[in-house]
């Protein structure tokens, strides 16, 4: 039996961190290696291929295609499918991913065949199994079925952390990358939030509680990536000390010479400073720091754990232990003209090496979403439109489109006069700096066509 895993294209029209980097796609690669040993496999990344969908299906001609997905992906991802079963109606098609897990009615199409709600190594091989030996489709958990009129078993369940297969992608692992470092890998140490920041979907997703993937897994994804950069995508790396020391000791053990890259916390970074020292002597180059805002009241309202002065004492943190600071942060939809000069003037004092902003963006699944239905500019079902980059709530102190002026504004005096653009050269090199540029570029130019638009 063979099986064509995809990753679908780009969204050409939405504003996301794919226009500066993107990543492997690592559930498609856990998938693989969860059935490699059983089926023949490949996985099919868009983001990079030039080859349609078609003309794969006629050449590879799968029996299954398993396609994973984000929010911006569920028009796209139903065209896949759509597409599939012109080229043969045999193919059996199955969605996964994160808006999968989120929203799986989104995916109820006479297309689609099989939804993932979440996916784990039992469900994925009793699933193939079922289908490879052409039995009835019979209700397994966490897989909601057409031919059972998508009727889910009612047993919850969360994604389970599998060992990707890093060769499956062989032949597009030159192409991944992080802002400066390509090519560069991503994984995950540890899951779950305990903070549950307002408008965060993480803890939606991997839950509350925080805790290590399996070690034995981690040292087996460790050592087979050979690539020299490897970004931890933890919700938060620094959500303990004892976290950070354990990491340490496996650095050492395997005796690694990398460099890496992980998303911390204001409050983490600063009660777990010495520790992190050490870290930064093992290869730890960037934190991607999500200081949100420069208004203490916001920060309540996001359910922070971190006051303004926590941001402040994070920067100097970073600096003396020589961390790079990819800073983010979130445009509220009641700023006024003042409140973003106001935080021009904070990133400025801050001096990230990178900085972001996005506008605040309430999704379906967060608590912030019944806050701001009101003044929402889209539905729900405007998939596409739900990118972190697009305005998705009404601005009330301006209009549209002036809203959409001091964003871009903002966005050029960052990449312009905050983002260390002489020493990224230094050390990124000349060719990631202009691939940097060129996704800034396409970010500008299409804040420009919203803008107009509005």
């Known amino acids: ?33 969860v059935i490699k040993d059983d089926y023949e496999v490949e996985i099919f990344d868009m983001m990079v291929e030039t080859m349609e969908l078609t003309e794969k299906l006629n050449s590879y001609k ?94 919850k369940g969360i994604n389970e952390y599998l060992l990707p297969d890093r060769a499956s992608t062989a032949k597009y692992r030159n192409e991944y990358s992080y802002f400066g470092y390509q090519p560069a890998a991503i994984m995950e140490f540890g899951m779950g939030c305990e903070k549950v920041c307002d408008f965060c979907l993480r803890w939606r997703i991997e839950g509350v509680k925080e805790r290590l993937i399996d070690l034995d897994i981690t040292k087996k994804d460790l050592v087979q990536i050979k690539e020299p950069t490897i970004m931890f995508i933890d919700n938060d790396f620094f959500a303990s000390e004892e976290k950070i020391k354990t990491f340490i000791k496996l650095v050492k053990e395997l005796d690694l010479k990398k460099n890496y890259i992980v998303y911390g916390s204001v409050k983490g970074i600063i009660e777990y400073k010495d520790v992190i020292k050490e870290f930064v002597e093992l290869g730890l180059k960037a934190v991607l720091v999500g200081y949100e805002t420069f208004n203490e009241v916001e920060m309540e309202k996001y359910r922070k754990k971190s006051t303004i002065e926590d941001s402040y004492k994070t920067a100097t943190i970073l600096r003396e232990l020589g961390i790079d600071a990819w800073a983010s942060f979130m445009a509220h939809p009641d700023w006024n003209k003042k409140d973003f ?53 009404k601005p009330s102190k301006m209009s549209l489109r002036r809203y959409y002026y001091e964003l871009l504004k903002t966005n050029l005096y960052i990449n312009l006069f905050i983002n260390k653009n002489t020493k990224m050269i230094h050390r990124y090199g000349i060719n990631n700096i202009f691939r940097i540029i060129r996704g800034s570029l396409k970010s500008v130019i299409k804040y420009i066509n919203l803008m107009i638009k509005a």
């Not at 504003?15 to 500066?20: E, L, Y």
């Not at 896949?80 to 079963?85: Q, R, S, T």
């Not at 935080?343 to 605040?360: D, H, T």
């Open 341 to 393: 000069q106001l935080f021009r003037a904070f990133i400025k004092e801050l001096r990230p090496q990178i900085s972001s902003i996005s506008p605040l963006t309430p999704f379906p699944n967060l608590p912030m979403y019944k806050q701001y239905e009101n003044r929402l500019l889209y539905n729900k079902e405007d998939y596409e439109k739900w990118s972190f980059g697009q305005v998705i709530i």
């Open 1 to 33: 039996m063979k099986i064509l895993l995809v990753r679908p294209p780009r969204i050409k029209q939405a504003i996301t961190v794919s226009d500066f980097m993107f990543s492997e796609p690592l559930g498609l690669e856990m998938i693989y290696g």
């Open 62 to 155: 799968p029996d299954i295609l398993g396609i994973t997905s984000l929010c911006i992906d569920v028009n796209k991802v139903i065209e896949l499918c759509i597409e599939a079963k012109r080229v043969d109606e045999r193919i059996i098609t199955f969605i996964g991913g994160t808006q999968s897990y989120l929203n799986p009615e989104a995916f109820i199409h006479g297309a689609v065949d099989h939804i993932f709600e979440y996916t784990q190594r039992e469900n994925l091989k009793k699933f193939f199994n079922v289908i490879s030996i052409e039995e009835k489709v019979i209700p397994i958990d966490g897989i909601r079925s057409r031919v059972l009129n998508y009727k889910p078993t009612g047993k």
